[in-house]
């Protein structure tokens, strides 16, 4: 199981690291924004070395602006930890072409088994479907999102835009294995009101 924190939120990396459950972090403009920040390249630099600083092995920054790729060029050499996220249309595929460093390329924003397909192509290291937002747009995103996974082989998928548990465990029961989890699915998923009471009926059995 691959899990990924997906959040800007520095305070939640830091509660959560120590639990060693997640392999990165993942990051785009709008999370970047909900956490009261400005996306720039010096706040990619600081949220690495933040995350670099709590252990995290890895994290994803997406490209912005009108340049993407000098956008990604720009992002690469903040550490080889970092991934490079693009959008998976046209003119993200000639940038991901353009760049050729695609073990260290996420394609998002995902939809179509036809941008699976060609995440395959290009060979890059995850690609990266929207679950409940395509699931609340279609009425065959659970096929689709099966489909997906017979398509990819060489990249693999991480799978976003999660509403509830529920949502997250669903998709892992039927053999999905790499989530970028938001805080609140983070936060709760592992937890459990019977484990907690075991807990303490065993803590006051040796105190007894």
């Not at 394609?107 to 995850?126: F, H, K, P, R, W």
């Not at 929207?130 to 398509?151: C, V």
């Amino acid at each position: 199981m691959n899990l990924f924190l997906d959040t800007a939120n520095t305070d939640c990396w830091t509660d959560l690291s120590g639990t060693g459950l997640f392999s990165g972090i993942t990051t785009n403009p709008l999370l970047i924004q909900r956490a009261g920040l400005k996306t720039s390249t010096e706040t990619y630099q600081a949220l690495y070395e933040r995350a670099m600083k709590l252990g995290f092995p890895c994290i994803q920054f997406q490209v912005f602006g009108a340049d993407w790729l000098q956008c990604a060029r720009s992002i690469a050499p903040i550490g080889p930890e970092v991934f490079i996220k693009i959008p998976a249309n046209k003119k993200g595929f000639e940038v991901v072409s353009e760049l050729s460093l695609p073990d260290r390329t996420t394609l998002t924003a995902v939809y179509s088994d036809g941008q699976v397909i060609a995440a395959e192509a290009l060979q890059v290291a995850y690609t990266a479907p929207y679950y409940a937002r395509l699931k609340e747009a279609i009425d065959n995103a659970d096929a689709l999102f099966d489909r997906m996974q017979d398509i990819a082989f060489e990249t693999e998928l991480l799978v976003a835009s999660l509403r509830s548990n529920e949502q997250f465990l669903d998709l892992a029961a039927r053999g999905f294995s790499s989530f970028a989890l938001p805080e609140p699915i983070a936060r709760t998923f592992f937890e459990s009101t019977l484990a907690d009471k075991a807990i303490v009926d065993f803590e006051e059995a040796a105190r007894s």
